[in-house]
């Protein structure tokens, strides 16, 4: 199973968290280990990571996805969406089960990968592993963190990629700059809502991100299917599964403002995370019948045998 592009059819910085050295370092002195993972300067492609301006067909073709995903993506479809999938009522499958469902998906919206999702799945999650031997719940987040992807398989509506995947963003307050594309926001219908126009837009200042509509796609949805099956998982692993997409924030800042004392905390993790998220895309393969012991173990641990999806 291939799945391809579908056209669309629906309508405060923490303290310390860099030292002088641009190393990540948590509060109480939790540094990433200086002689961990290393991350490449180039993608597989050739170019840097995160690189929306590189010339290549890739580039062109993500370049489409955001302009498809900005102009779709609206308050009241990411309400509806939210609606329809918090049924959890698809199927039930294990944790598992759900990775190997994800042997054949490739993301459009990324300009870093073009192999399948088990595969970034398990670098970053044995990335993480390698430096963070006791954060077993990290290692296993590592492993979950896209499988909301699933949304792109036709037992679960198969629905455009541009409501799956992609950077995430507010709904509900005015399109940061921050937002990679962003012109492409002007063809939005919410661009020219009042209502919507303004920094907090219908929110207040420090709300908390958990009262924030954030666009539709794979990170919420995964962080509704942990949540309702009565995941055991820390609160900063939910965090970082819901917004490992949200790079306006955690990369450039953006939307600080509605942020409340758990989220700031939180967002220290997703740091971390996101340098093996981010950087862990290689051609280096892994034995997943060696690995994968190891993980069934951890998803014993923090989930039921069947989830609701």
């Known amino acids: 199973m291939t799945i391809l592009i579908d056209q669309p059819e629906l309508g405060s910085q923490p303290e310390k968290l860099y030292s002088e050295t641009n190393e990540l370092v948590l509060d109480g002195g939790f540094p990433v280990p200086k002689d961990g993972f290393m991350a490449p300067e180039i993608n597989s492609f050739g170019n840097s990571f995160r690189d929306y301006d590189a010339e290549s067909e890739r580039q062109k073709t993500v370049e489409e996805f955001y302009r498809i995903n900005h102009i779709n993506q609206t308050y009241d479809f990411v309400k509806k969406m939210r609606e329809a999938y918090g049924k959890l009522d698809r199927v039930e499958m294990s944790i598992w089960e759900c990775c190997e469902l994800l042997n054949d998906v490739i993301d459009d919206s990324d300009p870093d990968l073009d192999e399948p999702q088990i595969e970034h799945l398990l670098q970053t999650a044995e990335a993480i592993r390698k430096d963070y031997p006791n954060e077993d719940w990290l290692h296993l987040t590592g492993l979950i963190h896209d499988l909301g992807k699933v949304l792109l398989h036709p037992s679960f509506g198969e629905l455009p990629q541009w409501a799956v995947v992609g950077d995430t963003f507010p709904l509900g307050c005015a399109f940061d700059e921050a937002n990679v594309h962003h012109k492409y926001f002007k063809e939005n219908p919410d661009y020219n809502n009042p209502h919507y126009?303004?920094?907090?837009?219908?929110?207040?200042?420090?709300?908390?991100?958990?009262?924030?509509?954030?666009?539709?796609?794979?990170?919420?949805?995964?962080?509704?299917?942990?949540?309702?099956?009565?995941?055991?998982?820390?609160?900063?692993?939910?965090?970082?599964?819901?917004?490992?997409?949200?790079?306006?924030?955690?990369?450039?800042?953006?939307?600080?403002?509605?942020?409340?004392?758990?989220?700031?905390?939180?967002?220290?993790?997703?740091?971390?995370?996101?340098?093996?998220?981010?950087?862990?895309?290689?051609?280096?393969?892994?034995?997943?019948?060696?690995?994968?012991?190891?993980?069934?173990?951890?998803?014993?641990?923090?989930?039921?045998?069947?989830?609701?999806?």
């Open 197 to 309: 126009s303004t920094k907090n837009g219908i929110y207040s200042e420090g709300c908390g991100l958990d009262n924030v509509m954030i666009s539709w796609g794979h990170d919420d949805y995964m962080y509704l299917v942990a949540k309702e099956n009565k995941s055991t998982l820390p609160p900063a692993a939910l965090f970082i599964i819901r917004y490992h997409s949200f790079y306006p924030l955690h990369r450039h800042g953006a939307y600080k403002h509605l942020m409340n004392e758990e989220d700031v905390e939180n967002l220290k993790w997703l740091h971390i995370f996101n340098k093996y998220d981010l950087y862990s895309k290689s051609k280096v393969r892994i034995d997943v019948e060696k690995v994968k012991p190891y993980y069934l173990s951890l998803i014993e641990k923090y989930f039921p045998a069947k989830l609701r999806w």
